[in-house]
């Protein structure tokens, strides 16, 4: 599966921002899907995670309660809605496909990534 994720861009503290990532091939309901966030000089860091089937989710700390993951899997597409941005969250966003424990207990070794949207916020 090929990943290709969009809809970052500048927004104001308090604002919101909804990325999506669109998945070629015919196995994208096969992947859990993640998003991950990475800034310069720190490693990439998971941010949320939806099963394959969509009927699970799991957060970050960081950003609970502010982030929804979502997927519609007729569309082939993960989302990441983001409420509530603060200029700790601006970073460059990717999604990512693999096994839920890859994605959420190892959050390494993941094997198909998008190719990262930026997210910025201001103060």
């Known amino acids: 599966v090929q990943l290709q994720a969009c809809g970052g861009g500048l927004v104001q503290a308090g604002g919101f921002l909804r990325l999506s990532c669109a998945a070629s091939g015919r196995t994208f309901s096969s992947y859990a899907m993640g998003w991950f966030r990475q800034v310069p000089g720190k490693e990439r860091e998971f941010v949320a995670a939806v099963t394959e089937s969509g009927g699970s989710t799991h957060y970050a700390d960081s950003v609970k309660g502010r982030f929804t993951i979502s997927r519609d899997n007729a569309k082939n597409t993960v989302y990441l809605q983001m409420n509530s941005l603060k200029p700790e969250d601006t970073a460059v966003y990717y999604c990512?496909?693999?096994?839920?424990?890859?994605?959420?207990?190892?959050?390494?070794?993941?094997?198909?990534w998008g190719q990262g949207t930026q997210v910025t916020v201001s103060s």
């Open positions: 990512a496909a693999d096994s839920w424990y890859t994605i959420v207990v190892l959050a390494a070794g993941i094997g198909r």
